[in-house]
């Protein structure tokens, strides 16, 4: 079965409500998670985190409102590349970057992969691709976190293997099948929160485990159905998706015994 590692990149911080309606304006820490999948040997690395270039990109300019924002902090030895090479991890030896949405949280350390492909939703990145400035920033992307040849090593999962979902994965019925993952891990589209945003079931010794990226911030959101603030839809893709994304996480935790991690769920 596949194994998944976590992992923390950094952190930025908010105030709680941003999250959660009514949890009050006091400042919570929103860590980056990312996490390593293996199969049988076969290696993918699930979003980054933040990383140094997260900083050099958003020093000046219009990108410096993302930083006022959500001030972000990495201690030293805490990016990706650092831990992993603590850990005895090379990077060489991570065969794919699965990137679930083009947040900056999520793609700060791509450019220290240079050895690795990249899957996305093919929606995603053609819908950042051309995004420059104002526009950019209103959707997260920060462009010079994308290596300059992202376009040839990059693969969509539109163009995988398409499936029917185990009846456990209710009220999800269909995803796309990894490459080489012995059909352990299924990418599924979880829409709403931004452009191609996606997540995948992986399935391990354990059972059935959701990387369910961006969809909720919090258990709340999807346990209790306690909704953001009203302003996050500001910079949401599609606010009407990600309340039908949500209630299908509601249906899914409540239905089966799948455990759902999500990126930014507070320690």
Not at 48 to 58: D, L, M, N, P, V
Not at 137 to 152: C, N, S
Not at 166 to 172: K, N, T
Request: charged share 15%.
């Amino acid at each position: 079965m596949a194994k998944i590692i976590p992992f923390k990149a950094g952190y930025c911080t908010h105030i709680a409500c941003m999250a959660m309606r009514g949890a009050g304006f006091h400042v919570c820490q929103f860590p980056a998670r990312a996490w390593l999948i293996e199969v049988d040997g076969y290696r993918w690395l699930w979003d980054t985190g933040y990383a140094e270039y997260f900083q050099r990109y958003t020093q000046s300019g219009i990108f410096k409102l993302y930083q006022k924002t959500t001030p972000v902090y990495l201690k030293q030895g805490e990016s990706l590349k650092a831990q992993f090479a603590a850990l005895g991890i090379e990077l060489a030896s991570i065969q794919h970057v699965i990137i679930s949405h083009f947040h900056g949280d999520h793609i700060a350390g791509l450019k220290d992969f240079t050895h690795s492909r990249f899957i996305c939703s093919q929606q995603g990145w053609q819908t950042v691709k051309p995004l420059r400035g104002f526009f950019a920033l209103k959707q997260g992307f920060v462009p010079d976190l994308i290596p300059a040849d992202f376009e040839q090593r990059v693969s969509f999962l539109e163009q995988f293997e398409r499936c029917t979902l185990a009846p456990e994965l209710s009220p999800f019925t269909h995803g796309y099948i990894l490459p080489n993952s012995k059909k352990q891990v299924i990418l599924v589209p979880l829409p709403g929160h931004a452009a191609g945003h996606i997540g995948a079931f992986i399935l391990t010794d354990e059972g059935w485990t959701l990387l369910a990226s961006d969809a909720a911030w919090v258990k709340a959101n999807y346990q209790e159905l306690k909704q953001p603030s009203r302003l996050t839809q500001l910079i949401m893709a599609d606010p009407r998706a990600y309340k039908q994304t949500l209630m299908q996480l509601h249906q899914l935790s409540y239905q089966s015994n799948v455990t759902i991690y999500l990126s930014h769920e507070g320690e």
